[in-house]
């Protein structure tokens, strides 16, 4: 018989979100007249702008005729996108459109970037954490050193003590919404030079950020051009978590050793992967993501992401009257609060389910650090949100 990678076999037998729906399909089915109200919705709600409905409209049409037509397109990204993201998102930063690749998404491209690091490199994951970074070094059997993120150190960890190979960074951070300062970013960055590991940044809540002195890449930062990989994503930014558009930028300068101790650059490392596993972003999706960066598409995609923040902001206020000492919601679309007299979060999770209809994400399930926490989204409507949240208070304060 052929066999299996062993490794699967150690993943969480379910993802955190397939557990959330089956307790809540569970209580609507015992209760069939409840009504439920999602605060843990982790995508976005809101219609893409129509700058990006516009230009994606132009391109089916383009499609459509033979002059115009569009098959297969270059596997990094067509360079109208590579060099509107260059112009846009890193003006001044040296990044150049070579180091730019267009994918489907930032799940994958995060997932997928193991592709070309060895099995051997250890891990540094901030707990808690998006699962996926975790799940897919299980998958390939690397060792994971989880690095705890609390009030104390700001929700941002703490260097470590000892050499890992490669650490995951995520700020505007999911689940917690903290954000890093230029500060304790160089701290990070100056322990990857220091150390010759590498830092993959991933940004995909950039576009969340409105105070002027959080950074929004990691090459703002000297240096990290020489240890750093970025992931962004149009997911969040412009609502395209269902027409998929990301994109990944490896600097040139950045290398890892081979076996034989050969310094090999991960630019075309990456390259050489996407092009043999991956055929590109859809023609339609990159004219779409090309008019995120028009001058109405700036204007559009800003007001849609303003009214998150509007609600999130909702929320935290909320959350904080509640005593429940919420982080997040400024500058990122999550919150995360103290569950009331530090009861397990999937306790608060069933208790606030079943006595009130709201869902939110039980902390623990980001990993052991989440324990205690929940985490809220600001993508419902601010009337159901705020809904939610006076439910949510009443039910503290009769506890
Ligand atoms: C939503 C999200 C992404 C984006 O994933 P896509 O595959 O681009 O939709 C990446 N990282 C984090 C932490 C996210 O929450």
Redesign the pocket.
Known sequence: MSSINDNYLSLEQRYLFVEVASRVAAFCQKNPSAEIIRMGI?DVTQPIAPAVAQAMHKAVEDCCHSETFHGYGPEPGYDFLREAIVANDYAGLGIKASEIFVSD????D?GNIGDIFSADNVIGITDPV?PVYVDTNTMAGRRIVFIPCNRENGFTGDIPEERLDIVYL?YPN?PTGAVITKEKLKAWVDYALRNNSIIFY?A??EAFIRDPKIPHSIYEIEGAKRCAIE?R?F??TAGF?GIRC?FTVVPEELTALSADGREISLNQLWDRRQSCKFNGASYISQRGAEAVYSPEGKIQVKAVIDGYLQTASLIRESLEKAGLNPIGGENSPYIWAQTPGGMPSWDFFDLLLNKTGVVITPGAGFGQGGEGYFRVTAFNTKARSLEAMEKLTELVKSL
């Open positions: 982790g998404g930032a799940k994958s995060t998006y995520c999911n991933d995909a809540y992931f994503s997911s969040k978590t990301a």
